[in-house]
């Protein structure tokens, strides 16, 4: 059964920042691009960010860039969204997704949420003060 599980949201100040975490299991990451998209209350579902299959390459949403980084440990079948300088505008339901990729072309400029068919259930990140 294919799954993935988010953890890692929580409570933080402006400033602050987390490490959400992306755990897949019954399937290997290995040729999966990878997502990571986030829904504040009343908005549509935005991408984040994502990272290729092959070749490990990324993108970010302008909104993010410079702040998050995401990144792939294929021997522990996990991805990481590591966020820095957290705003309040940061504030939402992140969520992981992935999509098989054998050819590492997916993960792209704008992230779209269209492309992935696998998703997380979401952790909840609040900056606030």
């Known amino acids: 059964q294919v799954q993935l599980v988010e953890s890692g949201g929580g409570l933080v100040q402006p400033g602050g920042s987390l490490k959400l975490s992306c755990a897949a299991s019954g399937f290997t990451l290995d040729y999966y691009a990878i997502g990571w998209f986030r829904q504040a209350p009343g908005k549509e579902r935005e991408g984040v960010s994502c990272?290729?299959?092959?070749?490990?390459?990324?993108y970010y949403a302008d909104s993010v860039k410079g702040r998050f980084t995401i990144s792939r440990d294929n021997a522990k079948n996990t991805v990481y969204l590591q966020m820095n300088s957290l705003k309040p505008e940061d504030t939402a339901v992140y969520y992981c997704?992935?999509?098989?990729?054998?050819?590492?072309?997916?993960?792209?400029?704008?992230?779209?949420?269209?492309?992935?068919?696998?998703w997380g259930q979401g952790t909840q990140v609040t900056v606030s003060s």
């Open positions: 997704a992935a999509t098989a990729d054998i050819f590492g072309v997916l993960c792209r400029d704008p992230v779209s949420p269209r492309v992935y068919d696998y």
């Open positions: 990272i290729s299959s092959s070749d490990g390459s990324t």
